[in-house]
């Protein structure tokens, strides 16, 4: 069973950066997609950002586009966040997901707070 975990969250002044990670564990397989999403109390889960399996192909959302960069580093089964130019709207509990080539993001993580103070 794949297992994510993702860590690095945490509270963070507007302006200000954070890196979030994403430890996958089980039958993953460096050809799977990976991909951050997030969700705010009160709101739908949003779309944040995905890579493909090699690292040579990304897709972000226009909320976090410029400012949010997502990688993976396959030899250690981690997939990175990098969030800069923080703002309040950026709260949120985010979660890592994995598309095992099914066109879905079948497992998910716990997910890990972030918190944005004006």
């Known amino acids: 069973q794949v297992q994510l975990v993702e860590s690095g969250g945490g509270l963070v002044q507007a302006g200000g950066s954070l890196r979030l990670s994403c430890a996958a564990s089980?039958?993953?397989?460096?050809?799977?997609?990976m991909g951050w999403f997030r969700q705010a109390p009160g709101k739908e889960r949003e779309f944040v950002a995905v890579?493909?399996?090699?690292?040579?192909?990304?897709v972000y959302g226009d909320s976090v586009k410029g400012r949010f960069t997502i990688s993976r580093d396959n030899a250690k089964n981690l997939v990175y966040l990098q969030m800069n130019s923080l703002k309040p709207e950026d709260t949120a509990v985010y979660y890592c997901?994995?598309?095992?080539?099914?066109?879905?993001?079948?497992?998910w993580g716990q997910g890990t707070q972030v918190t944005v103070s004006s």
């Open positions: 997901a994995l598309d095992p080539l099914t066109g879905r993001f079948d497992f």
């Open positions: 089980g039958p993953t397989d460096s050809v799977y997609a």
């Open positions: 890579i493909n399996g090699s690292g040579g192909s990304t």
